[in-house]
């Protein structure tokens, strides 16, 4: 299944907004299979840069290809049916229960899943199967952004895209639905490309990670290489907040 | 009270009327405003003018914008050809339905802006087309909203739709009309009480869709929506074209209990001859002239004055018979209307005085008015302070009042008499002059012009050789004594008469 998972190559692409350089002629070619985590700080552009791969931001230069076709050849509501996407909002559908969130790309083109299919990506992201006649507002925030990703992956995508997806839970939630999306990754054999301003979420995750910094990518390394102290100064800002805490945690510990 | 319980009793067919009016302006509202605030929420500069425009609409009175559509419509003609109506119910639609636009837009609107940019994203992250995007997520999440705008869209064309009786559309604004202006007060709040009525039970209905839609219970949307309709349904039904025998004569009558009078005089003699009849009461007064010679009505009574300045335009006075014969050719040649003829009796402009006060300023013409008026107030109706008869009398004898002020008609007479006017613009044929003791000041110049009252028939009316021979005898048959004391009759606060009941008694004192 691993041999699904899609290449991405990103050529020069450019996006302003009014005298913001967003993103300003990144060049990145993403290997079928990875988990690419995208870290830098606010305004950095990482959002932006994720967000043109499925479109919701036109990029004003280059183009991407996704396993060698522009992505343009497509329309915006083909090419993002055939995409999961995951963000901080989650935006479930107030209206709809979760069932229906959940089936809502397949009911797109025409399809309706069947409960048993519900059940299954219920099971995915470890809720039982009572959930699905239950409304968005009865769930808490973490049984959300489960719903949120079981949405992502009911279309059977084999590109995943996460904008920020952990970032308004409690870190325990934070950290278990972290940990079953790296399983997902490997048991659907996903390309994963996330979002994050969290350097100890993507050395945990991902296993290469992008830095940006004013639109431009700084670094490009494992975490391995990271943590050997590689990428240079920005990077390493963002690698010391997490060294820095595991230090004093292990001087707490008694 | 009972008389107003016995007057609800017969609006069944306005009421039906009034809820076929506003559920269709309603309706036409909602078409057009839903999609233009689909529109508006894609783009800035269509919701910048839309919003603008809907608001623009709601700044002008009700009672002009319906009075409005008239001559727009008369000018609509050249496109559309002859057969456009110009009064009665398309008028009142289309300007009811423009104020029906601004709360379901707006509302509409702010739904759409309001909208969590969260769940926007999602719906296009999932790959909804803008049409799946509406329809989908837009159009369920805003309806709870759309639909209090609609709620309040039903509450304001309600209440405006009594107003359409001023532009010929029947309706529950028939009896609050008819009842101002005769000091009816049984018929005004009878009109008003259904009127609300009709309004709360429409604001009820549709409250219960829009919690149906908030809380997405599917039987309150449509027991709701089915029992509105059903109303509605029922009205038509009501109101269904029913077998007729020959044409039926339309009589147009302004807005006052002279005209109230003598379109029912008219028209019982047409129903004894055979005639079916039906009454388009309280039209404007610059309406009912265009409304006959363009055979929307077929009868109107109009006074030789008001048609000399208003539709010849003349300021000049070559006396009463010239005015008559001048006015009879004029309309034979401009529309072919035929004048039937004179009905005996003036209902002319003069200013009147209570008895005690003219006594006591010693005023007894025009002229000793000129002299005391800087330290008067001079109370007119409505139109009166506008009119090219104010300005010829005002000039001829060098007027110049403290203050002047308006009152509607019905309420002129009680500003004398209770001393917020000290001289009103009266007219000669009202019977609260004889019965409220008034002093006509005699217009020694002749600045007045004469205002015989004269019956007009329409074009192709006045081919009906049987139907002028059955109103011929009216002609000439009513002195100004018989006209102030049937007025009166109407007017006065006790032991009211109907119009229709005046009108009886009158018949028999003409004895014709």
Known sequence: ?254 | MSGIFDVLLTLGPKLAAHVLLAASAIALGIAIALPLAVWAGRNAGVRRFALGFASLVQTIPALALLALFFPILLSLRAVFGEGLPTLGFLPALLALTLYALLPILRNAVTARENMAADVIEAADGVGMTGWQRLRLVEAPLAAPYVMAGIRTAAVWTIGAATLSTTIGQPGLGDPIFAGLQTQNWALVLAGCIAAAALALLADTLLGLVERGFAERRKWLVWGGLGIALLGIAASAWALRPQDRQGDTIVIGAKSFSEQYILARLIGSRLEAAGYRVEYRDGLGSAVVHEAVTTGAIDISIDYTGTLWTNQLKREDNPGREEIYRTLVEWERETSGTFVLGRLGFENAYALAMRQDRANGLGIRTMEDLARASPRLTIGGDVEFFRRPEWFAVRDAYGLKFARQRNFTTTFMYDALTGGEADVISAYTSDGRIAADRLVVLEDTRGAFPSYDALVLIAPDTAKDARLIAVLEPLVGAIDVKAMRDANFAVDRLENKQTPAQAAAELAERIGR
């Open chain 1, 1 to 254: 299944m691993a041999g699904t998972a899609p290449r991405i190559s990103l050529e020069h692409l450019g996006k302003r907004f009014g005298n913001t350089l967003a993103v300003d002629d990144v060049s990145l070619e993403i290997a079928g299979g990875s988990f690419l985590a995208l870290v830098g700080a606010s305004g950095s552009g990482k959002s932006t840069l994720l967000k043109t791969i499925n479109r919701l931001v036109e990029p004003d230069n280059g183009s991407i290809l996704i396993d060698g076709t522009d992505i343009c050849r497509a329309l915006p509501h083909e090419l993002r049916r055939r995409i999961g996407y995951v963000f901080q909002g989650i935006g479930l559908f107030p209206h709809m229960d979760v069932k229906e969130n959940i089936g809502i790309g397949p009911r797109l083109s025409g399809q309706r899943l069947p409960a048993a299919r519900i059940a299954e990506l219920l099971e995915l992201v470890e809720l039982d199967a009572t959930f699905a006649a239950r409304m968005p507002h009865e769930l808490s925030g973490g049984q959300r952004q489960r719903i949120g990703v079981a949405r992502a992956l009911a279309g059977d995508p084999h590109l995943l895209l996460m904008d920020e997806p952990f970032g308004a839970l409690d870190p325990v939630t934070r950290a278990a639905l972290g940990k079953r999306v790296q399983d997902l990754h490997r048991q659907l054999g996903l390309t994963t490309v996330m979002v994050t301003h969290d350097m100890a979420e993507a050395l945990l995750l991902a296993d290469r990670v992008l830095v940006m910094d004013a639109g431009r990518i700084v670094a490009d390394c494992t975490p391995g290489e990271l943590l050997a102290g590689e990428g240079g100064d920005v990077a390493q800002n963002l690698v010391a907040v997490p060294r820095e805490q595991a230090k004093a945690l292990a001087g707490l510990t008694p």
